[in-house]
Structures are given as C-alpha cells and as structure tokens.
C-alpha cells in the first residue's frame, strides 16, 4: 500500500508528458488505469527496442501501471470510458497530443456528476495562440523553447540531445498540478480542471537565460561545444581515462582548480577572478589545463577535487550506471518486468524515508490489469471525497507555510512553484551570507552600490514568498528558526547534507518541535551517499547523470545540453516529492523526510537507453542530430547569420508533405522513399535538400510554411527571443513584475493553469529582510525592543554585510 493507494488515475490518449505524471502516481501506488486502442498505444513503438522487441521508453514510462482496451468502433465503448472516469479520483488527458483512438467522452457531463473529478489536459502549445495547431515533436518544441540554438560547434549547426526530455519536464509539471489539487482536498476544496503546456514547461529550463537577456541584452551565442555562457570553465573535458565534468564558478573555486592542476599563473591574475572574465579568456585557460587533466584519469582527479571541495565529476557511460550499486540501493536504478524479460528502469526520484515509491515492477501487456490491483475498489473507504461546493478561486496550496533554507536556482524554484500555488512561503537568509544567486561578490564597492538587490535571476526565482533574516549561527536566530518550523507544514534546503543538522535544524531535532512536518533535503548525491560532500551544480549533476554519453556524435566527446541543466530539474522533483509526502501529512498527521539526490533527477533523461542496454550490452550508438526512428530529422541553417530550424518527419505522411513543401515532387513520388530504412540510406542527400530549401528561408517563413503543410518544424529560439515570442504574449505567458531597485521586468508564469488566464503573479521578490517585522514580530510576537536589540547584534538586518566585515558568517558546508 502507498501514500497514494487511495487514488485512481485514469490515462487517455496518448503523450509521454501525461503518461510520465501518471507513472508518478502510480510510483506512490495510485491505481493507474491506461486506456489503450486495440493496437495499443502508439509509445509503445518508440525506439530503442528490446531484444523483444518492446519499447525502452514505453516501459519507463508506463511500469505499475494496469492497461485497459477500449475498441473505440465498439458497441457500449463511450460508455464503458465514461463509467471508468466516473469512478475515478484523476484524469490524465493526452488526447490534444495524440488521440490514439480514444473514444468520445462529454468531459463536461462527467465533471457536473463528479465535481470532485480532478482533471489534467496536456498539449503541446495549449489550446489557443500562434503555435496551438502546430505538428510538433519533442526536438522542435526544444528549439522553440531556446534549449538547442547554444548548444554545438560555433559554425553550427546547433547540437540537440535525442528526445524524451520535453515529455519528462512536462509530466512533473502536471504531476505538481494534479498533486496540489488532492492537498487542496483534503481540505475541503473541490476538483480542479488544469490545462498543461508542453512548451511552456519546457521554458523552466529556458527561464534563467530569458532573464539574463532581458537584463544583459542580445550576448548569448554558441561558443563552442561544451562551452556556456556566462561564466568557465564549466564543461567536459578528457582525461588520461575517462570524461570529466568541470564546473568552476567562485573565485575560491577557481583558485582551488589552478593549486590542483599547478596553475599558479593563473591562479592569481586578477583578470581571471570571476567566471565572466574567465570566459573571456578561456583558448587560453584551456590551453593551459586541459593537457594537465591527461596525466592522471577521471576518478583521480574526482577524489581530489572533493578535497578541495570543487564541482567536479567523472562523466559516466551508460553502462557505469547500470553497475553503480549505490544507485541501486538507493532505488535510483530498480528492476523492471517486460513480458519475459527483466530489465534496469530508472527508479523515482522522489526518495521520501517513511513512504518510499515502489522499487521497480511490471510494464503492462496490452489489456493486462496488475494483478495486485485487480480488486474493486470499496468506495466508501477510498479516493478523494466528493465536495459539495468548488472553489477554484483560492489557490490549492492557501493555508500551507513553507520555510525555505534554499539558495540558487533548485531550491528557490522548487519553493516558488509552492508559493506560486498559494502557499505562504517564507525565505530566510543572513545578512552574513545572502542566497549566492544576489552575486558571489562580497566586495565593498558591490555590496554599497545594493548590487544584491538589482539580480532579475534572483527576482524571478524568489516571487511570491516572505523574505527574512536570521544568523543561524547564534543562538538567538537559532531559537527563532525553530519557532518558525514548529508552525510550518514544509522546511525546505539545499545546502549539503549536513550544514543544517549541524545548526542544530536537522530533522530529528525538528521532528520533534512538530511532528507534522515534511522536511525535505535537496543535496546533489543524497545524505546517504559516499560523494554527500561533494560540492555540485546544476551542470555537475548532467555531467554525473548519463545524459552527456548518449548525445553528440559518434567521434565526439560527450555533450552537455545546459549551462545549468540539473538545477530546474531538481526543483521540480522536489515540489513533486513534498506534495506527495504533504498528502500523507494531512491523511494522516505523519510528517517525514525526504532525501531527495539532485543527480538522481536528472537521470530519467537517459532512462530508455538505460532500460535498452540493460537488457543487450551492446555498444549505443550516438546520432547526432538525426533520429532513431524519424528520418529525416535536422537542425537546418536558413537564411541570415546563425539562423536555423529544427525539421522532424515523423510519418510517412508527413515525408510526404516535406517533400513537396521543398519543392522535391520526385521524392514525394518515389515509392522507395516510403520507407524509412531507404530515406535513412540517403539521410545525406535529403539533408543537402531540405538546407538548400531553408537556405533561402527566414526561419520563421521557413518554419510557418512547413507548419502549414502539417510538418513538424520549429525555429532555433535564442533566449532573448522568447521574450518577444508571439505565442507567448498571446497567452498573457509573460507578466511584468515591478520591484524595487530593478523597475519593471519580465517574468515567466506557471505552465498550469486553471481557466484561459495563467495564475497572476501576486508580489515581486522580497528585498533582503524586508518582512523581518511582519513575519518576526507579527508571527511569533515579538517586540520592537526586542527587533532592535536582534538587528544592533547584527542576527537580523536588511543590509549585506562585506566580506572581512566583524559579524560576516562563516560560509555554510
């Protein structure tokens, strides 16, 4: 039995992103009922196979699940899904993506039955604006979004991972969505009704370069493969055995990196101090350490640096992963049943220690009910109760208080995505030592010019919430965290693993104070790890996930996709994890920890190749820009200086209208090309036609006339282009924010909503401090005397201190 036994999800149509927020659902064993068309869902046949011929990816997504046929030509078929959904608590809907021969339901008589029916439906673009009847693939939504035109060799074209990303970030976002509305229930809320934007999601990871560009302008562009704005070095790079992943940010870090490598001549130029300036001058600082890194392999450089606490790590293949037995343990890889077959699947990551996910299990044969889920459900003891009144107007997540120990991108968003669902979210930070992402400077000049406060990344990440001060290393700001928690529902962190307990907040002194709580660490390997001290950041945890060896070319090295890949994806797997583990708090007064590994996030990323060479240890084989299964499939230069455009024929249907769109009838006639075998053959020939054809293109002509013939295309975005995107001001998806010290600036909304409008950004970021009083003396009581003597012993404050300065803390572990 898990924490979501009680639930009944049913799945329709057909979409990796609704059927990954499914499979999350059922990790915490919800029954999961897939409903499939005589042949069965269509994902089913993605590539890579087994060698049974069963798909890799299906099975990631769809393990736990039981499957149901419903022949939508049948007698009684309407009726017998509406009678499912019916006795359902949610539904997941992936009809606007693909069908798949789902049969007709009236949606609205259901939900007047059932108002307590929570329902979610995925599109790729949502149901209006410029791109809504757009044919789309996972690639070209990903060039839409700005997650491919940084990413190659300068002179082009942009590099592109293969697909099953925008699937995965989508389906935590309706999993987020979904999840919230069974807290607002239990309640007393009703059910909800969200539309989910495949697109917009994928903008999460899009959303820290859109506010660098609006804060720095048009600077962003490809700088070579493995190399991203704005800081160095941050990539991959080869060693005497192995792949190594290298993140240097702070100006500590990079001295650490330059004693490592015997670089003293670097180490202390004054030019080279921060990442920018270092990016500046990085053919030279590669120049100088990469030979270095060839004289010793990938572990040994990781198990000193570890000492020196940098952010770096091994780079792994996909067969490392498979023989990690720690990730096993952990349940980051667990066992998975296809048929006859047993496989390697890619576990949750949501590692919640008093009600974990289920360790692995079966992938469903067409019409197979689970048979431990093969019982009627007793209705009166189990699902969401029935409301008798709706009130979608209060946020789901009112009445939750969230206190939030986290810094950076992970943390913040994470708690953001809370605040932004209505719950009250108060960030604590210290004058000694704000969150890193207001600058790593501490220098006199930046701290008097108030230069923490002008950061829009900050302001975006940090929306929403209460801000406040507290020096946790003295005993007065201690004891006034602990009051905070002992009213709170959710403590969030992202420190390492032992900076809080070290405090004296960790959870088994807290637990105490309130038994109810859900405490959550977001460190990058997991407080049971051997590397639980390792130092990382979002592009340390892609490097260390898999990710990187499965993209690229086949004689390249492995390629990184971000500058920061692992950080929005861990803040949504967290959000994910404490909505789950709240369910359980408001069932049933437990609270719990949760142990979440940010590396273990990003590996769903790499999940089919995992589950593929699990079962035949074959070598993988890297592509590229072209497709296992959709050819021809390309990044394409158009017109213009670095303009391209990602181009997908995912069916012969489709090659068909390509062919003619490019103005190539006879490949459209030839009746060999009908194969997709023969096209693959000539991949290289149809290449040089299709870019001879866009050549002559703007991209957006380009793309608009493919898009009119119903071939998947979409425009390599910059991100400063998606602050001007046509579809995204379309759907009101940008608000402007006014905050002090920055003025009006841009910012993303949630890809959820619950009617056509997204959810309205109610206040902008807090200054430092700036609700020490509401939340100090108008939550816990106290008096202006007492304030002052706290603000005189510099415990709280609303000003940085500079670094050297008498009070300045010690900087956390």
């Not at 996709?561 to 709240?582: E, K, Q, R, T, Y």
Request: charged share 20%; proline share 6%; net charge neutral.
């Amino acid at each position: 039995m898990g924490v979501l036994s009680h639930l009944r999800v049913v799945e329709i149509g057909s979409s990796a992103s609704t059927s990954y927020c499914a499979r999350l659902f059922a990790d915490f064993g919800a029954d999961v009922l897939k409903i499939e068309p005589p042949k069965g869902d269509p994902l089913r046949r993605s590539l890579p196979l087994t060698p049974s011929a069963q798909s890799a990816w299906f099975a990631f997504l769809n393990f736990n699940k039981s499957s149901i046929v419903i022949d939508p030509i049948a007698r009684q078929a309407s009726r017998r899904l509406t009678a499912l959904i019916e006795d359902c608590d949610i539904l997941i809907d992936g009809r606007d993506v693909d069908p798949a021969d789902c049969p007709f339901i009236d949606l609205a008589a259901i939900r007047q039955l059932r108002p307590g029916l929570i329902c979610l439906q995925g599109s790729w673009f949502g149901p209006k604006g410029p791109y809504s009847g757009f044919a789309a693939t996972d690639s070209t939504v990903r060039a839409l979004a700005g997650l491919i035109s940084l990413v190659g060799p300068v002179e082009g074209p942009p590099m592109h991972a293969p697909d099953f990303q925008t699937g995965i970030l989508a389906g935590l976002w309706g999993f987020i969505a979904a999840a919230s509305s069974v807290v607002a229930q239990a309640q007393g809320g009703g059910g909800r009704s969200w539309s989910l934007s495949i697109f917009e999601s994928s903008l999460s990871l899009s959303e820290y370069l859109m506010s660098e560009a609006f804060a720095h302008g048009d600077v962003m562009r490809r700088i070579g493969i493995n190399r991203f704005w704005p800081g160095s070095p941050v990539g991959i790079y080869e060693t005497r055995k192995g792949w190594l992943g290298v993140t240097v940010a702070t100006p500590a870090q990079w001295r650490a990196f330059c004693d490592m490598l015997g670089l003293s001549e670097l180490r202390d130029q004054s030019a080279l101090v921060l990442g920018e300036d270092r990016l500046k001058n990085l053919e030279q600082i590669e120049q100088a350490f990469t030979p270095r890194l060839k004289s010793r392999t990938a572990q040994e450089w990781f198990a000193d640096g570890r000492k020196r606490r940098i952010p770096i790590v091994p780079v792994p293949e996909i067969s490392d992963l498979l023989q990690d037995m720690e990730k096993k343990v952990r349940g980051a890889i667990v066992p998975v049943w296809l048929g006859e077959e047993e496989g390697l699947a890619v576990g949750s990551a949501q590692r919640l220690t008093l009600t974990p996910p289920r360790r692995g299990g079966k992938v469903p044969a067409l019409g197979e009910r689970q048979s431990a889920q093969n019982m009627p459900r007793d209705l009166a003891g189990t699902g969401l109760p029935s409301p008798s009144r709706i009130d979608t107007t209060r946020p789901p997540l009112q009445g939750i208080r969230v206190i939030d120990f986290s810094m950076g991108w992970a943390g913040p968003l994470c708690t953001r995505t809370l605040a932004d669902l209505g719950a009250d979210v108060i960030k604590v930070e210290a004058i000694q030592y704000p969150d890193w992402w207001r600058g790593v400077d501490r220098g006199r000049a930046y701290i008097d010019a108030q230069m923490y406060e002008k950061l829009v990344r900050f302001c975006t990440m940090n929306r929403n919430k209460r801000g406040i001060t507290l020096d946790l290393t003295r005993q007065q700001g201690l004891a006034l965290a602990k009051r905070l928690v002992a009213r709170a529902d959710i403590v969030v962190d992202n420190y390492s693993v032992d900076v809080l307990p070290k405090f004296g907040l960790g959870y088994d002194v807290l637990k105490t104070l309130n038994p109810r709580l859900v405490m959550m660490s977001m460190s990058a390997f997991g407080a049971n790890s051997v590397n639980r001290d390792c130092r990382a950041y979002g592009s340390t945890l892609e490097q260390g996930s898999g990710l990187p060896s499965v993209i690229g070319n086949a004689d390249g090295p492995p390629v990184m996709s971000h500058i920061a890949f692992g950080d929005a994806v861990g803040g949504l797997n967290g959000c994910a994890a404490v909505l789950v583990a709240l369910i359980h708090a408001r069932n049933t007064g437990q609270g719990q920890f949760i142990d979440l590994a940010q590396i273990e996030c990003m590996m769903p990323f790499a999940a089919p190749w995992i589950t593929a060479h699990s079962l035949d240890s074959t070598s993988l084989r890297r592509l590229g820009n072209r497709h296992p299964q959709f050819v021809p499939h390309g990044c394409f230069r158009c017109a213009g200086e670095d303009n391209w455009i990602m181009v997908a024929a995912t069916n012969e249907n489709m090659w068909h209208r390509l062919a003619h769109v490019i103005g190539r009838p006879d490949w459209a006639a030839d009746p060999s090309l009908k194969s997709e075998e023969i096209r693959r053959s000539i991949e290289d020939v149809l290449e040089r036609g299709i870019e001879a054809w866009t050549l002559t293109r703007d991209a957006d002509l380009a793309m608009y006339e493919l898009q009119a013939a119903g071939v998947a295309a979409g425009v390599a975005r910059l991100p400063i282009d998606l602050l001007e995107d046509r579809h995204l001001q379309s759907r009101a998806f940008l608000q402007e924010v006014e905050r002090a010290f920055i003025g009006r600036h841009p910012q993303l909304s949630l890809p959820i909503r619950e009617g056509s409008e997204p959810y309205p950004i109610r206040a902008a970021a807090p200054t430092l401090g700036q609700h020490n009083i509401e939340v100090l003396s108008g939550l816990l009581g106290l008096s202006d005397a007492a304030m002052a003597q706290l603000a005189r012993e510099g415990i709280i404050g609303t000003n940085v201190l500079p670094e050297g300065s008498s009070q300045q803390q010690r900087r956390p572990a």
